[in-house]
């Protein structure tokens, strides 16, 4: 079987922020906005994203995965420019999205993600484009199973949930590809384990049982703007869990600059073979490999 390559990156925080309306800074949205005014526009930078994406497009990855935060206060006014961003990486055929946090900042515009980028959510059985998740999409040898733990929180809180219903489903999507000889990937944005109280996956505990029950190869995650590699329990083995930093960000405090990984998949004989290669920014603004490790 020819090697399949996947792309990954999150968190690309698109800059700049549309002005918001007056009537839009009220409750979570001041904080927020107080936030990127002083902090956050210095850090997330358009020529950081721009620079990564162009030498990800470089290699040529068979499929692309974004695992969230494409914009920042879920403002009317940043979808559109989303939607078009996404559009200038690849089509949905070639790129999978999900939600991170911010995309559905405040109950508002909760939806507006699924509304706006319906297309690279959406399953392969979904008819209407819609956004239900857990979605499972098809490419390659891949089976791509994207479910959102983006919910709108209260001010100075990023947890994430996934909820009983969409555990509920997921636990039947992991049952039924279980007997397929796919290599599993499940996108999360939120990290499966966290020591942040107010950034953690509130319903972890139930995520990690199944996924020790039914298993899958892969889970790749955003959130936390770090390298992050760890393992969890499987059916059989451990399962990689891999974690990538923003993909728009300059180096700051414990946070790495900007990254992306490239996994490059394929089946020999019975067992699958993974290599991740992390590729990032560098203080000149280049983009170079960083290190190559063997996942499996």
Not at 22 to 31: D, P, W
Not at 168 to 184: D, I, S, V
Request: net charge positive; aromatic share 6%; with cysteine.
């Amino acid at each position: 079987m020819a090697t399949f390559t996947l792309a990954h990156l999150s968190d690309p925080h698109l800059a700049p922020l549309p002005k918001p309306r007056l009537s839009e800074l009220v409750g979570k949205r001041a904080f927020g906005y107080l936030n990127w005014t002083h902090n956050r526009h210095k850090i997330h930078r358009r020529d950081v994203l721009d620079a990564l994406v162009s030498d990800m497009l470089a290699q040529a990855p068979d499929h692309i995965a974004i695992t969230g935060d494409l914009v920042n206060l879920a403002l009317e006014a940043e979808f559109a420019p989303s939607r078009a961003w996404l559009e200038s990486i690849g089509t949905p055929e070639r790129v999978t999205v999900i939600p991170g946090n911010h995309d559905a900042y405040v109950r508002a515009t909760q939806n507006r993600f699924a509304e706006s980028w319906g297309s690279y959510i959406a399953g392969d059985e979904t008819s209407d484009h819609g956004a239900a998740f857990p979605a499972v999409r098809r490419r390659g040898p891949l089976a791509l199973i994207g479910v959102s733990s983006a919910v709108p929180t209260p001010p100075l809180m990023a947890t994430g949930w996934l909820g009983p219903s969409q555990l509920q489903a997921l636990a039947k999507t992991l049952a039924g590809l279980a007997a397929e000889e796919a290599f599993r990937v499940l996108l999360i944005h939120h990290p499966l384990h966290s020591d942040a109280h107010n950034k953690r996956l509130t319903d972890s505990s139930e995520a990690l049982a199944l996924l020790k029950q039914h298993g899958v190869e892969l889970v790749l995650h955003g959130h936390d703007h770090i390298h992050s590699a760890t393992r969890v329990e499987g059916p059989k083995r451990q399962i990689p869990v891999i974690g990538v930093p923003s993909a728009s960000a300059l180096a700051h405090g414990r946070h790495p600059p900007a990254a992306y990984n490239i996994f490059s998949i394929r089946r020999d004989g019975a067992a699958w073979r993974c290599e991740q290669i992390v590729r990032g920014i560098n203080e000149a603004r280049r983009v170079r490999e960083i290190r190559r490790i063997t996942l499996s």
